[in-house]
């Protein structure tokens, strides 16, 4: 029934005790922006504060928007995220929508809110996102799931819910194309056919295959590079 929602998963936690003031400040200040996250930092089970881990889906800019959710980022971590209300009022209706669409769930309610405007990533660190094999977070329990068949599936409901709330067509070709490319490198690292399989659905799902097809190239090929580049730059 409040103005604005404010989300705090069970082995995460906040640090900054005006938090959701500074939150609240920056949507009333900024009415086009259906949302606002924060800066968050990565511990372990034990609460050791982690460097290396790959979070590169976390978006590192300042304005996020639907192209970047289409890109299969998100705008920060579930515990930084405080939006408003969209569930009372006129769009109370669609709350439906978001109910079936079968995604997980940080990246459906990005896909959501961006569709309702932008989403700005404030730089402060206000938060800590745990992060444990052992554990039972979301992200912790499909690391033995084909993420990649997973991510396709997800890509697929998130351009439904999309399309069902512009209502007209939304262009995910971006997101076709990383997914194609993440199951070609699958293919590389393990030529079987259950990974032959899902690299034809994913290409043939794909919408732009010649730019798809340039950019597995371009990767292939500089992936030793970029990968040499890391090493030297970690």
Same mark, same amino acid.
């Given at each position: 029934?409040?103005? +604005?929602?404010? !989300?705090?998963?069970?082995?995460? +936690?906040?640090?900054?005790?005006?938090?959701?003031?500074?939150?609240?400040?920056?949507?009333?200040?900024?009415?086009?922006?259906?949302?606002?996250?924060?800066?968050?930092?990565?511990?372990?089970?034990?609460?050791?504060?982690?460097?290396?881990?790959?979070?590169?889906?976390? +978006?590192?800019?300042?304005? +996020?928007?639907?192209a970047?959710?289409i890109?299969?980022?998100?705008?920060?971590?579930? @515990?930084?995220?405080?939006?408003?209300?969209?569930?009372?009022?006129?769009?109370?209706?669609?709350?439906?929508?978001?109910?079936?669409?079968? !995604?997980?769930?940080?990246?459906?309610?990005?896909?959501?809110? @961006?569709?309702?405007?932008?989403?700005?990533?404030?730089?402060?660190?206000?938060?800590?996102?745990?992060?444990s094999?052992?554990?039972?977070?979301? @992200?912790?329990?499909?690391?033995?799931?084909?993420?990649?068949?997973?991510?396709?599936?997800?890509?697929?409901?998130?351009?439904?819910?999309?399309?069902?709330?512009?209502?007209?067509?939304?262009?995910?070709?971006?997101?076709?194309?990383?997914?194609?490319?993440?199951?070609?490198?699958?293919?590389?690292?393990?030529?079987?056919?259950?990974?032959?399989?899902?690299f034809l659905?994913?290409?043939?799902e794909?919408?732009?295959k010649?730019?798809?097809?340039?950019?597995?190239?371009?990767n292939?090929?500089?992936?030793?590079?970029?990968?040499?580049?890391?090493?030297?730059?970690?």
């Amino acid at each position: 029934r409040g103005r +604005y929602i404010a !989300c705090l998963e069970g082995d995460d +936690y906040w640090t900054d005790p005006h938090k959701l003031q500074t939150q609240v400040d920056f949507l009333e200040a900024n009415p086009e922006y259906a949302a606002c996250t924060h800066r968050v930092d990565i511990v372990d089970a034990q609460g050791k504060l982690q460097q290396g881990l790959p979070f590169r889906r976390f +978006y590192r800019g300042k304005r +996020y928007t639907l192209a970047q959710a289409i890109a299969g980022y998100l705008p920060g971590a579930t @515990s930084s995220l405080v939006y408003r209300n969209v569930f009372v009022g006129p769009d109370a209706g669609e709350q439906r929508l978001l109910e079936a669409c079968r !995604c997980v769930g940080d990246m459906r309610i990005a896909t959501y809110l @961006s569709c309702k405007g932008p989403i700005r990533c404030l730089p402060q660190h206000m938060g800590v996102y745990r992060w444990s094999l052992t554990n039972g977070s979301y @992200s912790a329990r499909t690391q033995a799931q084909n993420k990649t068949a997973l991510t396709l599936e997800w890509l697929r409901e998130r351009k439904a819910l999309a399309q069902a709330l512009l209502g007209h067509p939304v262009n995910f070709a971006k997101g076709y194309r990383q997914i194609t490319y993440y199951a070609w490198v699958q293919l590389i690292k393990k030529p079987n056919e259950s990974n032959r399989q899902l690299f034809l659905l994913a290409w043939g799902e794909d919408p732009c295959k010649v730019r798809t097809l340039l950019y597995l190239l371009w990767n292939t090929l500089t992936a030793p590079f970029r990968r040499l580049l890391r090493a030297i730059c970690e």
